[in-house]
């Protein structure tokens, strides 16, 4: 199996990409490479000396790089040779099994969209990612993709969500829940309304109804589905008050009990290491005729590794066969 | 002044709501007069032999009862003799100068919107919260009161937040942000753009741009403004985090250091102490021709004697006045 991962892209780069992607030379089996693209002259420096990687790792040169802050659509236009157009190409040309970036989101999600295509019976893809909570994880789709959803995307969302949790999380039946204003089916806007009905009348989907975002992160459902708007900013949120209450409290223990903050501290460690996006390593963008891996802007070599490790795995499971069957059942009504 | 409270609606009804009416009256003024509204055998009996309330404390009977899962329109409809009824509807006739009520909140915002009508100039009223945050107050309106709302919406929800801001909270020249998914005004769906715009050029309002939710607790702005769904998916959300990473950390220190959790409690108390949504008292609706407390479903006696005090204090400030000013020069466009 040939990866790609994008060497320029995310807050790290490129030191973090190439520390990752050797991380994960080492645990990838013996037919996979790794294919890293981006520009020849600093990846080799940054490759170094290093021996381990010469039969594992190939390079691609792009010399054009997509900044973290470059409108998605000019940047993609104006930078064909970025590093996220030529890998996004490779994946359409099927030269590589899956793409990995940390990179710029949005021009990453356009290029997969627009060069890669989606899987015949997809209308639009959706980023899933998986929340570590302490009952176990919780997966939900669409957290930006697509921000104007319809509700027929809301119901291809929890048709593959399904099949990923499944497959992919390993959760036999999983449980699938709508994010809403209140637990009443006739609660909510009108797309939370009617993609209710198409959730109960679908009998492939274990849909067990509306949920109210302060209860999703004790996992009453296994997956959440939401538009790509509420399901950013349900992300973003969700890392903002983690990092202000840890801040908070460790400002509160200064204050009150200045002797505790050196038992603290590895307390708060160990916890956000159970919380850390780089465990998981990536969101997968599902729908695309290929496996693209979404990494977090401020990923470390870890975190790298196991969206490799991640894109890997997802590649194995071939559910995009699966949900190329399922969801040419889902038609629009 | 009179200020009504509903004596029947919260989930500590009626004993909370009774112990913040009887704390409030040490506080209030001589002139100020409080109405409990509900069953009055009920309240009768939770008043009991208390000297305190006879001279300040009224009751208007209200025989029938919201529950806080009702329907909120069904409720409206078939209860017409219920507290929150009753007290929208003295509302409306200028009997009290406020209301607050910790009950149903669909029903009561429905109610007062309704009953009480709107302030000549508002389309929509909005509900607007108070975040207590390291770096001060953060106001965030609407969260809840409007889940379909129009960029003209937004664009009164952002000159009444500012007046509000102003006014009640004290901050001279409050900063205004709209939420959205990414800060470059081209980012967001299409009700973030054109409000966007809108909030951009109207040179009485003090607009900083757009805002990423993870950064609004940080405080960039005094006041952020979001469609009702997304504000009440924040708001929510706010509360669900905190409550789960606390069980987190009490979790895991009774994992690694299980003596130090005699000294974590109080700490942790302290810390809720600080961002107990029960000292602010009260969400204000705004928009509408009074003054409309609504307190948390959950508010203790010291919550329900806070909404009543800050209500008072609204009424004081005539801000509805200045609403209807400025609000009267913003026109559909």
């Given at each position: 199996?040939?990866?790609?991962i994008?060497?320029?892209?995310g807050?790290r780069?490129?030191?973090?990409?190439i520390?990752?992607?050797?991380?994960?030379i080492?645990?990838?089996?013996?037919?996979?490479e790794l294919?890293?693209?981006?520009?020849?002259?600093?990846?080799?420096?940054?490759l170094?000396?290093d021996?381990?990687?010469?039969?594992?790792?190939s390079?691609?040169?792009?010399?054009?790089m997509?900044?973290m802050?470059?409108s998605?659509?000019d940047a993609?236009?104006r930078?064909?040779?970025?590093?996220?157009?030529?890998?996004?190409r490779m994946?359409?040309?099927?030269?590589?099994d899956?793409?990995?970036?940390?990179?710029?989101?949005?021009?990453?999600v356009?290029a997969?969209?627009?060069?890669m295509?989606?899987?015949?019976?997809v209308?639009?893809?959706?980023i899933?990612?998986?929340?570590?909570t302490?009952?176990?994880?919780?997966?939900?789709?669409?957290?930006?993709?697509?921000?104007?959803?319809?509700?027929l995307?809301?119901h291809?969302?929890?048709?593959?969500?399904t099949?990923y949790?499944?497959?992919?999380?390993?959760?036999p039946?999983?449980?699938v829940?709508?994010?809403s204003?209140?637990?009443?089916?006739?609660?909510?806007?009108?797309?939370?309304k009617?993609?209710?009905q198409l959730l109960?009348?679908d009998?492939?989907?274990?849909?067990?109804?509306?949920?109210e975002p302060?209860?999703?992160?004790n996992?009453p459902?296994?997956?959440?589905i939401?538009?790509?708007?509420?399901?950013?900013?349900i992300?973003?949120?969700?890392?903002g008050?983690?990092e202000?209450?840890f801040?908070?409290?460790?400002?509160?223990?200064?204050?009150q009990k200045p002797?505790?903050?050196?038992f603290?501290?590895?307390?708060m460690?160990?916890?956000y290491?159970?919380?850390?996006?780089n465990?998981?390593?990536?969101?997968?963008l599902?729908?695309?005729d290929?496996?693209c891996?979404?990494?977090?802007?401020?990923?470390n070599?870890?975190?790298?590794k196991n969206a490799?490790?991640?894109a890997?795995?997802?590649?194995l499971?071939?559910?995009n066969?699966?949900?190329?069957?399922?969801l040419?059942?889902?038609?629009?009504?």
């Amino acid at each position: 199996m040939r990866i790609a991962i994008d060497a320029m892209g995310g807050d790290r780069a490129p030191q973090a990409i190439i520390d990752g992607a050797l991380a994960a030379i080492d645990v990838i089996e013996d037919d996979d490479e790794l294919v890293l693209i981006g520009r020849e002259d600093i990846i080799r420096q940054y490759l170094g000396e290093d021996i381990r990687w010469k039969s594992k790792i190939s390079i691609v040169h792009a010399p054009e790089m997509i900044a973290m802050d470059d409108s998605p659509v000019d940047a993609l236009r104006r930078k064909r040779k970025s590093s996220i157009s030529i890998m996004a190409r490779m994946g359409a040309d099927k030269e590589v099994d899956a793409v990995v970036s940390a990179g710029n989101t949005g021009a990453y999600v356009a290029a997969c969209q627009m060069l890669m295509r989606l899987l015949p019976g997809v209308s639009r893809p959706g980023i899933l990612v998986v929340f570590p909570t302490l009952g176990g994880p919780v997966i939900a789709c669409d957290v930006g993709a697509n921000i104007a959803p319809k509700p027929l995307h809301l119901h291809q969302y929890a048709m593959m969500s399904t099949i990923y949790a499944r497959e992919v999380v390993g959760i036999p039946n999983p449980t699938v829940s709508l994010i809403s204003i209140g637990q009443e089916d006739a609660k909510g806007n009108e797309l939370v309304k009617t993609t209710n009905q198409l959730l109960r009348d679908d009998p492939r989907i274990n849909f067990v109804g509306n949920i109210e975002p302060r209860e999703f992160i004790n996992g009453p459902a296994n997956i959440i589905i939401c538009d790509g708007f509420v399901g950013n900013v349900i992300l973003k949120l969700t890392e903002g008050i983690a990092e202000s209450l840890f801040k908070a409290i460790a400002h509160e223990i200064s204050l009150q009990k200045p002797d505790l903050i050196k038992f603290f501290q590895p307390l708060m460690d160990g916890l956000y290491a159970k919380h850390d996006y780089n465990e998981y390593g990536g969101a997968p963008l599902l729908g695309v005729d290929g496996t693209c891996m979404i990494s977090h802007g401020s990923s470390n070599a870890n975190g790298i590794k196991n969206a490799i490790l991640r894109a890997r795995q997802q590649v194995l499971t071939n559910i995009n066969e699966k949900i190329s069957q399922q969801l040419q059942r889902i038609t629009v009504r």
